[in-house]
């Protein structure tokens, strides 16, 4: 065993180890040495026999004890048990003082003392040279390969068919699926795709998911990386692994770059400054932009703080297609329950679980379904019933930050303020892809020149929902924060940066009176829509959802 051990040292260790053995056993033998050599202890009778026999060479006395050389060796007997004077007649006798007495113990100390701190410089080096190895392995996994570890491209497995509920993404992504299994029929064409797509939407609503069916679709390597990975307490490692996994990824075209959180790296530059993370998203841009025209490689990001998107990272030729991945309406939630229920023997109806779970992401909804499952194992049953959602139902909220839950009575509050929106949206000319009762898709479409009268319709349309429900209910409520705080900010910049208040020279007065006028439009104008809003609502209220092309052929009916 001993021989193992010494084997799996290094040289250094080894050279000391061996010291450290021959050491001790020096030690070991000087001990052994000393208790062999000790005088043995004999009575009166064996010390008379040693007298008379004149085998007594020469005696010691050690306070009381009486040590005695012979040729055949030493021995020990009690001083008072003896006679002196008889003793001194024939043999010379050595006093000890006390300093001799304790020379052996000392000699036997100063050894113990020796080894010990001996045994204490090996452990101070030992320790030193396994921090030293440590420092040298760290340094050497950060800064040569560290980057290189994790980037791997995998095949996924997922199609669109196993992602339920996002209908509008599909489609919207299908274009960059087919550039993907066909690039030669865009490029003798002279088209090309976007080179980055960015998937944006509150947490838990399947944007990776998205991306991975997407690599799915096309068959394609997906090389997964969170944006955190790239922020390095090392300067430059962050810019290295951008590059390598940019090179990565043109050696496997056509493949995809999926970036988790793109907010950690692509936060806005300024502010407080951080060199290696604006390095690392410089050199992110620097590879985007070095893309070659059909390349083969197609970067999705994913966030859900698009506000916070360094602006060079959204310009033309950077992320040009950006889709929004709502929070799934009744229909969607519908489809994704199906999902989740579809291996558990359940009796609950999957419409009204739907119904129940107003404003659950994809995520929220595996969770309400798999505790509602342990619910009912909890409880002996083999079946899952409608009551075991009821019973986890809050745990799940609890349990999620901000997941919106409406009762009976808030949700046809929100139809009036969400249809109101939809109405404005439509007569005022405001582009939308998709109202629902529980967000907004105002199309925020990027212009050079925008107009006065365009900016006034928008401020309308985010007031028309505390209108509507004040006419209805003759009451304010608490869901009109952002929107009013949109309003309100546009507003601000109409009178501060545009100069479209009454003054070229910015007051709050001026932008008070485009507030108030607004919403004496919006009021006006709603006190003369009650029956379509009406219809509205009750759309909302039941499918949870409207689109652009739906509101366009509901108000033909209309008039």
Known sequence: MLKEMVTGLNFKSKKLLISLMAFSIVVILLIFGYIKNSPSIINLKHYEKLLNSNAIK???????????????????IAKDGIDIKELLKDTPIEIANESILMEDIISISFLTVVFLVILFIAKKRRDKEIESTREERQKSFSLDSISALDIHPVL?????????????????????????????????????????????????????????????????????QSGASFVQIYVGMGAKRVRELFAHAKAYAPSIIFIDEIDAVGKARGGMRNDERESTLNQLLTEMDGFEDSSGVIVIGATNKIDIIDEALLRSGRFDRRVFIPLPDLQDRVEILNVYLRNKPSLAKVEEIAKMSVGFSGAALSTLVNEAAINALRRGSKIIEIDDFLAVKTKVLLGKRKVLSFSDEEKKIQSIYQGAKALCAYWFEVDFDKITIVNDRLKEIEKEIESKTSMLSKIKVYLSGSVATKIKYNEKFTNSTQDLKRATVMAQNMVENYGMGDSIVPSQADIKKILDESYMEVEKFLMGMDEPLEKIAKLLYTQESISKEEMKSFMHEIF
């Open 58 to 76: 020469k005696a010691k006395i050690e306070q009381n004890r009486v040590i005695l050389y012979t040729q055949n060796g030493s021995f020990v």
């Open 156 to 224: 996924s497995n997922i199609k669109f068919s196993d992602v339920a509920g996002i209908k509008d993404v599909k489609e919207e992504l299908e274009e960059i699926v087919d550039f993907l299994k066909y690039p030669m029929k865009y490029k003798e064409y002279g088209i090309s795709l976007p080179r980055g797509v960015l998937l944006m939407g509150p947490p838990g609503v399947g944007k990776t998911l998205v991306a991975k069916a997407v690599a799915g679709e096309a068959s394609v390597p997906f090389f997964y």
